[in-house]
Structure formats: C-alpha cells, structure tokens
C-alpha cells in the first residue's frame, strides 16, 4: 500500500519543518557532557556517544559549530522520501523547490560561519607560502590576516560542507528539469524559477567565499567551477523559460539573450526595445489593446523614448496582468540598467534618451511580479531579488541615490502574505523589523503593519501561535506610536487582521481575547485615536472568535454583542448587522445544541425582515439550527419532530417563491444527523429515505446543490451502526457499495473517505457474525486498495485498525472461529505497529489485550506473549486505564505487580512514563 502524493509532500514538509542539522554549541568538558546524559536505559549509549564525539570537538575561546551535515539532516531526510516518492509519483515544482531551498539554507550557513575578514584576506592577499620551520607556532600567514592552522581546517570544512550542499541543490534541480522532459514539457512541471534563483545564488556565494585561505589543493579552482556553473545554471534558465515560445528569440549569431523574454536583436535600441514589449503585451491582452486612453502619446515618433514611457508600460504590466508580467517587467528594469551603465556619467542625467530607473520602476517591477499568475510560489522570492539586485546596483554607483522606498518593502510583505509558503509570515516579520530599523531609512506605515499582521491570519489555521504574533506586532506598533507622533497608529484594519488571527486559529483563550481586544480597541477610540472605531467586520470576526473557542459563555457573549450591534444601528451608526452577523450567532448556539436559542434568534431574522432588514434566513440559518437540534441532549423525539417541522417550512417557503432559502446539501445532512443521533427506531427508515431523495435530485437528477457528499453517507452509516438492527451489517455494505460505486461514475462528492470505512468496519464488529473478524478485515483490505488507486481519503486510520481488533476481540463461535479471529487481531496489531504513517494507541494495545484474552487459553505462551506487549506498551508510554484493566483481568495480582517492578528496574522505565503519551478520553469511531 503506498501513500498518495499529498501524503509524501506532508512528510517532506515536517522534515523541512525540522531545526537545521547546524548547530552552536558552547564548549563543554567531558564531565559535563556526562552530566547531561543519563544512564537510564542501554538504548541510549548509541545517542550518548554520538553526543560526545559531536560536542567533543573544540576551538578555542569561540563557539563550536557542529559540522555533521549527515544523512540526518532535514534536507538529505527530506530528499530520501522525494527518492521514494518519484518511483510513484510525479512530484509538483514546488517539492523540489522546498528541499532546493532548504539545500540553500544550510550552504549559506556554514557560508555565513567563514568571517569576512579571512574571505578579504584570502582573496586580496600575497600568495606566498607559509614559511618552513614555524610548525610550532602553527601558524600561516594571509595577506594582513593571521589565522592558526586549526582555524584554517575549520573554515575549510565549512566550505566543504557547503560545497556538498549546492551539489545536492543542483542535482535535485536536474532531476525536476528531467520530469519535465519526460511529462512532454507540461507546463505544471515546470522547474519554478525560485529553484534556479536558490541554486545560483548559492554557487555565486561559494565563488565570493572562495578565499585561499579556507581551501585545501583540491578545491584552489573552485571559484571557477562555482562561476561556471552559475553561467550554465543561467543558460539553463534562459533555455527552460523560452521552450516553445515564438516571443522567445535569438540573436544575429543564434545565440539566446541575456533576458527572459526580449530577444537579443531588439535590445540594440531603446526605441526597439519599447516597442516589443508594448506590441507583446497588446498582443497578449485584447483589454490592454483595446483601451483608448492608453494610447499611447508614447509610440509618437517626435517623442524621445525615456523614462517615463518605460515606467508607464512597467505599471501596464501591472494593470493588465499575463503570465509574462513580472519576467518582462524585469527585463525592462534590466535593459534600463545596460543602457545607464553604458552611458558615460556625465551624460546620464542630461540625456533624454537614457531612461534611467527611479524608484517607481522598482515598484512597478515589483507589483508586476506581485500580480503576474501561475508562477508556483516563487513570486516572493523573486520580489526579494530584485531589492537584493538594486542593492548590488548601489554599491557598483550604477543606480547611485535609487533606494526602495516603504511601497517597495510593502509590496515584498504583501508577496510573502499571499504565497502560502510555509515561513511566509515569520519572513514578513522580518521584513516589517527592517523596517522599524532606525538605520534602514525606510519607515514602515499604517499598511506595512496592516499586511504583516495579515500574513499572521492567513497561516493561522496551521500555527497556533499565530494571534498571539499578530497581536505582538499590534502593540509593537501602538507603543511606537506612543512614543512618536509621526510614527503610524493603529488602525481598524490592523485590529481586524489581529481579531481574524484569533477567530481562524486554534489558540486556546481566543475568543476572550478577541474580546478584550474589541475593548480595547473602543477605549482607544474614545481616547481620540478615530482611525481605530469598531466596524461591522470587527464585530463580525468577535463573533466568530467566541463562536469557535467552545469557552464557557461563548454563545451567549456572542449573541450579546449582536444585541448591541442592533441597538446601536437602532441609534443611528452604521453597525447594522448582516446575514452573516446572524449566522455566526446562530452557529454558536449550534455548537453548544442551544436549539431553543437557535430557534428564536431564527424566528427575529424573519421578524426583522419583515421590518426591512436584508438579513434574510438562508440556508446555512436552517442548518445551524437543524445542527443544534441534532446536539441537544434533552428530548430527541421531540427533536426530530421540530426539525423536521423546520424542514417542511423550509421547503415550503421556496416552492412559495423565496429563492434564496432552497435547501442544499448541508440542510439534508443536518437533518440526517438528528435522525441519526435520536436513537429512535424508524431513524433508520428516515435517514435512507433522504438519502435517496439526495441521490435521486443530485446525483441522477443532475442538481449538484443537493448531491449527497462524503458526509452525508457517514451520517446514514453512523445511523445504521446506531440502531442495532439486525439488518445493519447488510445495510452498512450497501450503502458503501453504493458510495464507491457513484464515485467510479465520477461523482466526486461522494468519494468513500477513511471515517465511511471505519464506520462501516465498527458496524460488522457488532454485529453477531462469527466470521466478523475476518469480515472486518477484508473492509480494511478494501479500504488500503481504494488508497492505493489515488483516493487519499481512504487511507485507514488507527481507528480502522483498532475496530478490525474490536471485531477480533468479541468473536465468539466455536474453537475454530476463535483461532481464526486470533490471528486476525495479531496481523493486524503487527500492520499497525510497522506502519509507516501509523501509531498504535493505548486503545490499540487494551483492545489487543482484550483480544488474547479472550481468544487465547491460558497457557506459558499467552504468559509470554502479554509480557512482551505490556513491555512495548510501558516503552511507548501508553498504558491507559482500558490496558491496566486488561492486564488485571488477564494475570494475578502478584505477576503483574512483578511485571511492573521488572520493567522499572531491568528496563530502566520508571512508572511515571508509562502513560506520558495517553490522552484519555472515550473512544469512539465516530469522532
């Protein structure tokens, strides 16, 4: 069974995601190092030694770097699953420009770990030999640069390990080069320029730091070898990007340009030069062409063609975005670079003709880039590179007094904020603390905090400390705010991106503290700051905060701020609330089945309606409520009864003419999960009823807004497993046939998904077959060969494994059932503990338990056998309250308390860890 490609791209990530294998240590004496390391466990003499001879090597006076670039670090690890991930799959640009990337990371640092002063030495230095007979001073002498022999060895390991790193950057970049011949140059495997852009950068680097000094005789050419490969690498890039491509032109010679686009012929002039690209971006953009007003007074042949024409066609490139925008926007800002570096001094500002860039080209490139699409996630990148070219265009005098301004870093952050990379907002962090660097020149404003903290709320889904980082950079911007007066203040905006961090992460306190912000927020703005009153958004996204924290209260806070919002619109503001105002309070009270609740504040947005309000019911109102009648926890007769009441008004309502309340998919599962959690006998008859109904107008009818999905059949199959019929087991195997054989038709909404088969799976575990292991096992077989085809959402679970164990472990029937259960339950407990993305839990082991004893007689060999598991079990730190009741039940008192003490004193395995990774809780399929 092998995984899907989002599976590998997720381990590729985690390991990426791991510290760098580079690390500072302080000297240690050996006896400290002893100290460190406990002697608990034989196990860990392998790790205690390899610490030793890490941490043993020294320098004196300074920090250690530890130099062990291994197979162990996150790139190489990170590179053996891309290994195996390409015998199966086709992996995106984007996998390989991450590894590439985090190739380049390291380079640098082991780079960054050779001081400037050795390089400068090194390179500028006499090149006379160290002189004979000085072996005890052990010295070698540089230039003006005096280094011992030590130093020397260890700045020339840290070029070689350097070295080693650029090679494995730049053989993964051939490799994607390579995939994209073998795939007939499809677009979608397209090397990302991002990886070219890390790989030369790093060869450029080890050329720079090639100081003689660090090198050992193999490597006295490297710096040759380093600018050679970046002169092919930029060949490589030229050649990849012009595949195919009648824009992409040679030169008189047959040579390719040094541009990405403009061919070599059309540079010779400025007048050429211009008008190529304006007829290239007419010919791509039938609006741009169109447009009157963009006529350009440009193409006039009295006019001298400068600066300003080449802006105005930068910011076209920006306006009218192709997929070309950003290379051939730097192109230009590259031909204007030429021209003024060709042109004599003196005549560089007099002459016309010379459009030499200002500030606004490089934000013009710099938003063309911004916006050019489908250019992988190297946007980012590339905006940063052409701020590090301007810097390199500084210092040469080139560009002498253009610098990048607050739009340029502005846009740099908006870039990170929108690419999704994972790092993004720490990186627009760091782009905003630049910023506030008093020796930068460049202040940040109201917009560069407003971004940063946005890049915070896109990524709080994943980062769970990411409100707590957006709020930080919020009151870093008050306080700076406080102490200058020209330094911008806070703004509604930048509350709101710090309360939408909140409401989309999973911070635990978040709603409160949404709250207190809101507080906040209003008492700044009654001290006079006006930029900071609370609008309806603010109020919105409060709500939504305290609606998805599960605090106690948190429903009703959010259905009090609702109340004041209405007050308030009622006085004369303009908070008025909206549909989505109602719907986030109505979601509140579902989450907590407050269905009376629910079904009032339903019945006021009817009432208000009626009253001119535009905050209509719609179908995600419906659902809510049907939603917090299913989690009521009273009367469930009385719940179904009132939703379906609901319902039938529902439906009533549009066949009357209100459109804009059909029900859709989510109102049918809505209702299906009351039917299915009220325990009531005739559920089962209901819920397969909808669910035809559902399939009969999606599915075969052609209406998609009410086309059952992947959830809908695991609310009839939880329904089924619920109602102990004894049609269940036949029902669960029809209803997933039926699932997997709509979506062989191509429905893709009802992909079978990992919880369907788990359910399905604990269904025949309670039911009274004797062969039910068996059977539960070939559901699991079922369940790994749908993954295997391409549906990741298959891919089983712990729970999967632990309900096949669950239908061993109650087999009855007579000797041989039980052995044949047997041997299920141990199969499948050794598949769980050697796969590959799997963990047994402490539920896996106590069901196991349960499993050998009662299909195991009592013998030496189950004495064994439970022995060995318990010793695993105490090892992995999941012995739970269902293991300790087992093992109670399966051994006498006085060997299981023989058995602990055992493990404890031989295995160096104290009592306290024997649960440190259990997380207790009732297990249940169903979550």
Wanted: hydrophobic share 35%; net charge negative; aromatic share 8%.
């Amino acid at each position: 069974m092998m995984p899907g490609a989002e599976v590998f791209y997720s381990v590729i990530q985690g390991y990426l995601s791991l510290p760098s294998s580079i690390r500072i240590a302080q000297q240690q004496t050996n006896d400290q190092i002893e100290e460190c390391i406990t002697d608990d466990c034989e196990e860990e003499l392998a790790e205690k030694n390899q610490i030793k001879s890490l941490l043993g090597k020294r320098m004196k006076g300074e920090l250690l770097l530890a130099t062990n670039f291994n197979n162990n670090s996150p790139p190489h690890l990170a590179t053996r699953i891309l290994d195996v991930m390409e015998s199966y799959h086709e992996p995106t640009p984007e996998v390989y420009d991450a590894v590439i990337a985090s190739y380049g990371k390291c380079a640098l640092e082991y780079l960054a770990q050779i001081p400037s002063s050795v390089i400068e030495s090194g390179n500028g230095g006499s090149e006379e030999d160290a002189s004979d007979g000085e072996d005890d001073a052990n010295e070698e002498s540089k230039g003006d640069m005096i280094i011992d022999k030590e130093q020397s060895n260890q700045y020339s390991l840290y070029y070689t390990q350097a070295w080693k790193c650029a090679k494995a950057a730049l053989q993964l970049l051939n490799r994607s080069e390579d995939l994209y011949h073998e795939t007939g140059k499809n677009i979608s495997r397209l090397p990302g320029v991002s990886s070219y852009a890390t790989v030369m950068d790093v060869y450029k680097a080890l050329a720079v730091n090639s100081a003689d000094v660090v090198l050992v005789d193999s490597k006295k050419n490297s710096r040759d070898d380093a600018m050679n490969v970046w002169k092919n690498l930029r060949q490589r890039r030229l050649e990849m990007y012009r595949l195919n491509d009648p824009n992409f032109a040679t030169d008189e010679g047959g040579r390719r340009s040094r541009y990405n686009i403009l061919p070599g012929e059309v540079t010779k002039s400025v007048e050429d030069t211009f008008e190529y690209a304006y007829n290239l971006l007419c010919e791509s953009s039938p609006s741009y062409a169109d447009d009157e007003s963009l006529e350009l007074s440009l193409m006039e042949e009295h006019q001298k063609i400068g600066t300003f024409h080449f802006n105005q066609l930068i910011f076209d490139l920006a306006n009218y975005p192709q997929t070309f925008s950003g290379l051939l926007a730097q192109d230009l800002l590259e031909f204007m670079v030429s021209t003024v570096s060709s042109t004599p001094k003196n005549e560089r500002g007099s002459n016309p003709n010379v459009p030499k860039p200002t500030v606004e080209t490089i934000n013009g490139v710099l938003k063309a880039w911004m916006v050019t699409p489908n250019y992988h996630d190297a946007v980012a990148r590339r905006v940063e590179s052409v701020l590090a070219k301007l810097a390199g265009w500084q210092s040469d005098g080139t560009l002498w007094g253009i610098t990048p301004d607050t739009v340029s870093y502005n846009t740099c952050i908006n870039c990170w904020k929108q690419s999704g990379i994972p790092g993004a907002a720490e990186r627009a962090t760091e782009i905003l603390a630049l910023m506030e660097d008093e020796s930068t020149n460049i202040a940040p404003d109201a917009i560069s905090y407003c971004s940063c903290i946005s890049a915070w709320a896109e990524c709080a889904a994943t980062n769970p400390r990411a409100g707590a980082n957006a709020e930080a950079i919020l009151t870093r911007m008050h306080s700076r705010g406080k102490e200058n007066e020209d330094a911008p203040q806070p703004t509604t905006r930048c509350f709101n991106a710090v309360l939408l961090a909140y409401a989309n992460g999973k911070q635990k306190g978040g709603g409160k503290r949404a709250l207190e912000l809101l507080r906040f927020m209003e008492s700044l703005h009654a001290e006079g700051y006006d930029d900071c009153q609370p609008d309806k958004y603010t109020f919105n996204i409060v709500m939504k905060a305290l609606a998805k924290s599960k605090e106690n209260g948190a429903a009703e806070k959010a259905s009090q701020l609702l109340r004041r919002m209405e007050q308030s619109y009622d006085k004369g503001s303009t908070l008025q609330p909206d549909i989505f105002s109602y719907n986030i309070v109505l979601d509140a009270f579902s989450r907590i089945g407050d269905s009376e609740s629910a079904e009032k504040l339903l019945q006021q947005m009817y009432d208000n309606s009626e009253r001119g309000s535009s905050a209509k019911p719609n179908a995600h109102s419906y659902t809510a409520v049907l939603t917090a009648w299913a989690r009521n926890g009273d009367d469930k007769a009385v719940a179904t009864t009132r939703a379906e009441e609901l319902f039938n008004n529902f439906e009533r309502k549009y066949a009357a003419g209100e459109t804009d309340v059909q029900a859709d998919t989510s109102c049918y599962n809505a209702l299906i999960n009351v039917w299915a959690k009220s325990g009531e006998r005739k559920a089962l008859y209901r819920v397969t009823q909808i669910l035809s109904t559902m399939e009969e107008l999606g599915l075969q009818g052609g209406d998609e807004s009410v086309a059952p999905n992947s959830r809908t059949y695991c609310a009839v199959l939880d329904c089924i497993a619920r109602s102990r019929n004894f049609k269940a087991y036949n029902k669960a195997l029809e209803v997933i046939q039926r699932m997997e054989d709509f979506y062989a038709e191509g429905h893709e909404s009802t992909r079978p998904c990992a919880r369907a088969y788990s359910i399905v799976i604990s269904t025949i575990a309670r039911s009274r077959k004797r062969d039910k292991a068996v059977k539960a096992q070939d559901m699991l077989r079922r369940m790994e060969s749908e993954y295997v085809k391409g549906n990741v959402a298959a891919r089983p679970t712990v729970y999967s494994y632990n309900g096949v164990l669950n239908a061993a472990a109650f087999t009855s029937g007579d000797e041989r059932d039980q052995e044949e259960a047997f041997r299920v339950a141990c199969l499948t407990f050794d598949e769980l503990r050697i796969s590959e993305y799997l963990q047994p839990t402490h539920v896996s082991y106590g069901t196991f338990l349960k499993a050998i004893r009662k299909l195991m007689p009592d013998s030496e060999i189950r004495e064994k056998l439970v022995t060995s598991v318990f010793r695993r079990c105490c090892k992995e730190g999941l012995v739970g309250e269902m293991v300790l009741r087992e093992m109670k039940a399966l051994s006498s008192p006085d060997f299981y308390q023989s058995l602990l003490e055992e493990i404890d004193t031989k295995l160096g395995i104290p009592p306290k860890s024997f649960s440190a990774n259990v997380v207790e809780r009732d297990y249940d399929w169903r979550e």
